[in-house]
């Protein structure tokens, strides 16, 4: 898969079979996860799912397509979810699952430890403070 592609297409949602059966029983779960996993509410997704699902899918499509920059437009979104809502959040859940696996298996960054992220601010040496004849004299660089 590269950039700005689906990983799989529409109508490939029978595979694997168990996320094919969840979507099937718990749609809500499955858009809320979506959701979750693009930085929008889980629960205001799932009670979406309730009420009216066609505009959430559409919805979630199309938030997918951007993150992913996957080209496309409202139209495909909207007569993907009108026509199957259940195949499409398979779609999206596996883009999404395929896309979040790809960001974890990445190296890490190297960093030098000299470098800005890692350097500390020299540190003040405290002084005590020195009596003098019962006046004490705070001698510090500040």
Request: aromatic share 6%; charged share 15%; glycine share 8%.
């Amino acid at each position: 898969m590269s950039a700005g592609e689906w990983f799989s297409s529409t109508f490939s949602c029978c595979n694997p079979v168990d996320l094919c059966c969840k979507t099937c029983l718990c749609s809500c779960f499955v858009a809320g996860s979506i959701a979750s996993r693009l930085g929008q509410n889980y629960t205001l997704c799932c009670c979406g799912m309730l009420f009216c699902p066609s505009c959430v899918v559409a919805v979630l499509r199309g938030d997918v397509r951007r993150h992913e920059d996957i080209p496309g437009g409202c139209i495909e979104d909207v007569l993907c979810s009108l026509f199957c809502p259940l195949c499409t959040l398979v779609q999206l859940e596996k883009q999404m699952a395929k896309s979040n696996k790809m960001k974890t298996n990445q190296p890490p960054q190297q960093h030098q430890m000299g470098s800005p992220a890692y350097q500390q601010p020299p540190a003040q040496p405290q002084q005590q403070p020195q009596q003098q004849g019962g006046v004490v004299i705070n001698i510090s660089s500040r």
